[in-house]
């Protein structure tokens, strides 16, 4: 049987906050899974307690729950686990943060039209540059990008830049007491490598995985997460076994 088979998995969005980035990986589960996407509104800007709340509005976990959160997700994932507002059986981040990743890139961005930088069209180079993997993946991020922005206005993407910079959930690490593994994409050129450590340094039952591909890892290297996430949850099975 699929170790995923017959389980609740909730998945938080990176900042995009429209969930369409779980396609790739959700159309590899099992049928039987039960699956609920977060969705953060296109249409208001939620300061980061108001993102917490918006997500309890819309689930409700248990402690046999998966959570999968990815990137700007991952904080929120952070303090509603760490908090007890949401329980779960366990905790799966990927390719991101528990603190401003990019804290000088993005306080210079603040300084910057940055809602007209987020409408021009993105150079290609620079695509490849950022998505590392390819033509095939460069195509793939090209049709996402394009579906996100017909969906998310400017300045909605400009604004949760602005949160992910005020961010910071390093004391709720310690109160985790859920297993949790972190998806380290090994080619990210959003979250850098040492944001890892405030993981590492306070999470107690933390296990890392580490493939090879670009931030948007769930979206490039689907099967390699999946595989990640079955022996995580393998291992969590003979632990409590």
């Avoid at 899974?33 to 918006?54: H, I, M, S, W």
Wanted: some cysteine; glycine content about 6%; aromatic content about 6%.
């Amino acid at each position: 049987m699929h170790r995923l088979s017959g389980q609740t998995i909730i998945f938080m969005p990176g900042m995009d906050g429209t969930g369409i980035s779980f396609e790739p990986l959700g159309q590899l589960l099992p049928r039987d899974v039960n699956v609920k996407v977060v969705r953060y509104p296109a249409d208001r800007l939620l300061g980061f307690e108001e993102t917490l709340q918006c997500v309890t509005e819309q689930v409700q976990t248990d402690d046999m729950t998966i959570i999968i959160a990815e990137s700007f997700s991952g904080p929120v994932a952070v303090a509603l686990v760490g908090s007890g507002q949401l329980k779960a059986k366990c905790l799966i981040l990927s390719a991101t943060f528990a603190r401003s990743p990019r804290p000088l890139l993005l306080k210079t961005l603040s300084y910057l039209p940055l809602e007209l930088l987020i409408k021009l069209p993105l150079p290609r180079f620079l695509l490849k540059y950022i998505v590392k993997g390819g033509e095939e993946s460069v195509e793939v991020f090209h049709a996402l990008l394009q579906r996100i922005r017909a969906m998310v206005p400017a300045k909605v993407l400009a604004h949760r830049l602005n949160v992910i910079n005020q961010t910071d959930v390093r004391g709720w690490l310690s109160k985790l007491t859920v297993p949790c593994l972190y998806l380290q994409a090994t080619l990210d050129r959003a979250v850098p490598a040492s944001a890892l450590f405030d993981f590492t340094e306070a999470v107690a039952d933390l296990r890392v995985t580490r493939i090879r591909g670009p931030h948007f890892i769930l979206q490039a290297q689907p099967r390699e997460s999946l595989a990640a996430i079955e022996n995580f949850m393998a291992l969590i099975a003979k632990d409590s076994g």
